[in-house]
């Protein structure tokens, strides 16, 4: 079966530095690997998905996240961040079949 | 455009009470999954509906049941409520199961807060 591993539970930047959210996913086939951010009291927005068209993945909001296969991790990078970027980011994995697999999450802090 | 709508953003039960949650999908959106989000957890998966028949399941109890409607939307049934039920209930819609939209995303309505006294 398919998951995702969300490497920390919380990470802190100062706003302008790069943001590095880890997640490394297992799938017996090649799967599709999402992420998500969600903000206080909302739903899921999706940033970006990769489905193998391209290992380098561009999202909204300036983030953008790489498939590598060999350690098979997607984790998401963003060059600057901004106070708005805090949230809680997911990251998931499906086999094509809509069910969803999501890691723990990740909560973002941008210290000013 | 309307996105996903969900009710009631929040509700209050006590143990052993009935509950239905309710979700209206995207425009041009026929699949509806549920998700279940503890406090500090992911979303875990409970089902999902297509062509108004359950056609996939996760590890929860009978105790959740749903149901997809013509119009495509969905309810979400839960009997027999603990404590441990308490959590977000997220709705997400996207378009068809598996084939050619097997890679789309699913999107996602702001959830309705359950609370179980």
């Known amino acids: 079966a398919q998951s995702v591993t969300q490497l920390g539970s919380h990470v802190s930047v100062s706003e302008g530095a790069l943001v590095l959210l880890r997640c490394n996913y297992s799938s017996s086939v090649p799967p599709y690997l999402f992420w998500y951010v969600q903000y206080p009291n909302q739903g899921l927005q999706l940033l970006l998905k990769?489905?193998?068209?391209?290992?380098l993945v561009k999202g909204i909001n300036g983030f953008e996240a790489e498939f590598k296969k060999s350690e098979t991790s997607f984790h998401l990078t963003k060059p600057s961040a901004h106070m708005s970027d805090a949230a809680e980011y997911f990251c998931a994995v499906s086999k094509g079949r809509h069910d969803m697999r999501f890691g723990a999450g990740t909560r973002l802090t941008v210290k000013p | 455009d309307a996105g996903v709508t969900q009710s009631p953003t929040h509700l209050i039960k006590t143990r052993g009470q009935q509950v239905t949650l309710r979700c209206s999908p995207k425009?041009?959106?026929?699949?509806v999954s549920w998700y279940q989000q503890a406090l500090g957890q992911g979303p875990q998966f409970i089902f999902q509906?297509?062509?108004?028949?359950?056609?996939q399941r996760g590890n929860f109890p009978d105790r959740f049941s749903g149901h997809q409607f013509p119009n495509y939307s969905s309810e979400l049934n839960v009997n027999a409520l603990l404590l441990g039920d308490s959590a977000l209930y997220l709705c997400?819609?996207?378009?068809?199961?598996?084939?050619?939209?097997?890679?789309?995303?699913?999107?996602f309505g702001d959830g309705t807060r359950l609370s179980i006294l």
């Open positions: 997400a819609s996207s378009v068809g199961t598996g084939g050619a939209y097997s890679n789309q995303p699913q999107h």
């Open positions: 990769y489905t193998s068209a391209a290992t």
């Open positions: 509906y297509y062509e108004e028949e359950e056609r």
């Open positions: 425009s041009g959106h026929d699949t």
